[in-house]
């Protein structure tokens, strides 16, 4: 039995109800405390290492009203219904009452123990707390399940294990401490004694939730005290994080942070950076209709590419110094499903916001494949293409025909995501050379899929728990050795002489060189031009202009002289009159980077909270430059 909501007198029994309101605060208060514990010890090393012990030990103190406001959101279910043992008589209708009060406590449990592991595990992959990213995924759990390696399985288990021992102790010791005692008195004294009940302690945990009397609510920022981002993921509460993130999901408004900009300004802004100045762009190519090969990387970092100054990647260098490398392009998110609407649409990503997802407005947008409506246009992925609506954008986006796991079955060797790159790129070059017997020019496209978690290529197995870079590491090289292989046979094949081959990342990730999530090296990607159709005075060329995943789209088209102005966010970058600059979306907020440096802005705290910028004005225009190119953007949206 859970409390008594009775006693002796009137006043003994609305304190009996205050009290049962403590237990359950203090319940999941206690368990909250537990969860950040766990975090802390599993990340200890890092913690401690980049912040030093004092500023850890303050995670667990600094975040006490984002906790407090957490338990008291479940804390409303359960004391609502405890008053009805104020008007219930019959005992047991009571006992029932009382298991679904004790269910329902339970239930809210272990939601927050399933909610705060999950953030646990996959902070080693993702470097930050959960976003609306993961609701992307929860739409395709069977991708979960695929792309979860072993050990971040039985890590799992283990800390649900461990957190669910500690709330049934919690559950002994606070909430079955009390019996609920017989019915007494009049209707009227119950009501006597449980509308003042109602209204005082319902004030209190109304109090609680909004973290006190102020002017403004609490907020996300209210846990953030450090300037280091992992002591901060610590301290901010991970129910009130999820809670936030499913709403704004949901609701998917950004108008509170670029709704309020002006519209002219921002468009006025956003015209003179994308223009070029009445300049003409240097003409690459050969040719104005040629064959296109695109090869989107699964995950690949500029850290891991020797010619764009990292460790690795060197069939992918080669390739580079007899193409063109442009060596400043970002990727416009950190989700495959944005990076290919980027790529294909020419359209910059929106934190929040996933374009891939509004079937309506991609159908609206320019797209490659409809821009090369002459074209035969094939996707082809070893993997599932449901996953993140990935398929559903490439349809609307216009390629003729989509090849993924269903009709690739055969292929081989596999691991649990799909058809790995060494059977992937052997089986996308023999459809090459099949497209190239044919009349039309095609654009033909893979999207590799090895360098994804869970890293499970053949020969690589049973790494260490924690050694994830060193797993990804190595699936870049296994993925670079099979990409030199293709472009060795491309070299030599009949197609080479009429076609160009781009390589281009969906989008980096955090590892070895590079643990940040926020920072633009996190963005920073390879994109290659290579093949017989480029100029030979420009083979081994490079580009240093900054620029985005959204600029592919209007840079290609212009060298084929196809109307680009539906391309209204991309720009030319081979033409020496645009601007270098790119605009990035990350986990819960924007970067921005220009030849003068780059910042992250999150939405949480409301501020810069990473900036390389030295210059005070250049920082200024640079963070005006951002506030309407992001404006325009979210109004084009929008409308």
Do not use: C
């Not at 294990?161 to 709330?167: D, P």
């Not at 049973?462 to 046979?489: C, N, Q, R, S, V």
Request: charged share 20%; net charge negative.
């Amino acid at each position: 039995m859970l409390f008594s909501p009775e006693g002796s007198t009137p006043v003994k029994s609305f304190l009996n109800i205050g009290a049962f309101v403590l237990r359950v605060l203090g319940f999941f208060f206690i368990l909250f405390f537990f969860e950040r514990l766990l975090f802390v010890v599993f990340y200890f090393p890092e913690m401690s290492g980049e912040a030093g012990f004092q500023e850890t030990l303050r995670a667990f103190f600094m975040p006490f009203r984002l906790d407090l406001s957490a338990a008291a959101y479940f804390t409303v279910i359960p004391f609502l219904l405890s008053l009805g043992f104020l008007f219930v008589r019959h005992q047991r209708a009571r006992t029932v009452l009382t298991k679904v009060i004790t269910v329902l406590i339970l239930v809210f449990a272990a939601l927050t123990i399933l909610i705060h592991v999950g953030e646990t595990v996959t902070y080693q992959e993702w470097k930050s707390k959960l976003s609306s990213r993961v609701f992307v995924h929860l739409a395709h759990p069977t991708e979960v399940v695929r792309t979860a390696t072993p050990a971040y399985m039985v890590e799992f288990a283990a800390m649900v294990l461990a957190l669910g021992f500690v709330a049934w102790l919690l559950h002994r010791q606070l909430l079955k401490r009390a019996a609920p005692v017989a019915a007494q008195g009049s209707w009227f004294r119950r009501f006597a004694i449980g509308l003042p009940a109602l209204l005082f302690y319902a004030f209190l945990l109304i109090v609680a939730i909004r973290g006190g009397l102020g002017r403004y609510p609490l907020g996300i920022s209210n846990g953030y005290f450090s300037n280091y981002h992992i002591v901060n993921d610590a301290s901010v509460n991970t129910i009130w994080n999820f809670g936030d993130k499913w709403l704004r999901y949901r609701k998917g408004n950004l108008d509170q942070f670029f709704g309020r900009y002006p519209q002219e300004k921002a468009e006025d802004i956003t015209r003179m950076l994308l223009s070029d100045h009445d300049s003409l762009t240097t003409k690459v190519v050969k040719k104005d209709t040629f064959n296109i090969v695109f090869i989107v990387l699964e995950s690949w970092s500029a850290q891991m590419v020797e010619a764009l100054g990292g460790v690795g990647a060197p069939s992918v260098s080669k390739v580079a110094g007899e193409g063109i490398l442009f060596e400043r392009v970002y990727a416009a998110s950190w989700t495959s499903q944005k990076g290919n609407a980027s790529i294909f649409s020419g359209y910059p990503a929106l934190p929040r916001s996933p374009i891939n997802q509004q079937d309506e407005k991609i159908r609206s947008l320019p797209s490659l494949p409809r821009s090369l409506g002459d074209y035969n246009s094939e996707y082809h992925y070893g993997g599932d293409l449901d996953f993140g609506n990935i398929g559903g954008y490439l349809v609307n986006a216009g390629f003729n025909k989509l090849f993924d796991e269903d009709s690739l079955s055969t292929l081989q060797p596999r691991g649990r995501l799909g058809a790995h790159d060494e059977a992937t790129l052997p089986y996308f070059y023999d459809q090459l050379e099949r497209a190239g017997k044919g009349d039309e020019p095609f654009f033909y496209s893979l999207f590799t899929l090895s360098s994804h978690s869970p890293y499970d290529i053949p020969g690589l197995t049973d790494w260490p728990t924690g050694g994830e870079w060193a797993a990804y590491a190595a699936t870049i090289a296994y993925a670079d050795e099979h990409l030199g292989k293709f472009f060795e046979k491309a070299r030599h094949s009949a197609i080479y002489d009429n076609t160009l081959f781009v390589l281009i990342a969906d989008h980096g990730r955090t590892n070895e060189y590079n643990p940040f999530p926020y920072n633009d090296k996190m963005y920073h990607i390879p994109m290659i031009w290579w093949g017989g159709v480029i100029k030979e005075e420009f083979r081994g060329a490079k580009v240093d202009k900054i620029g985005s995943q959204y600029d592919l789209a209007k840079t290609l088209l212009s060298q084929m002289d196809r109307e680009v102005s539906g391309y209204r966010f991309s720009k030319d970058l081979l033409n020496k009159g645009s601007e270098g600059f790119a605009m990035y979306e990350h986990h819960n907020g924007y970067g921005w980077v220009d030849a003068n440096g780059y910042f992250a802005f999150d939405f949480d705290r409301i501020k810069v909270v990473e900036s390389e910028f030295t210059d005070e004005s250049a920082f200024a225009d640079a963070y005006e430059n951002s506030r309407a190119f992001i404006t325009a953007v979210y109004r084009d949206f929008l409308f």
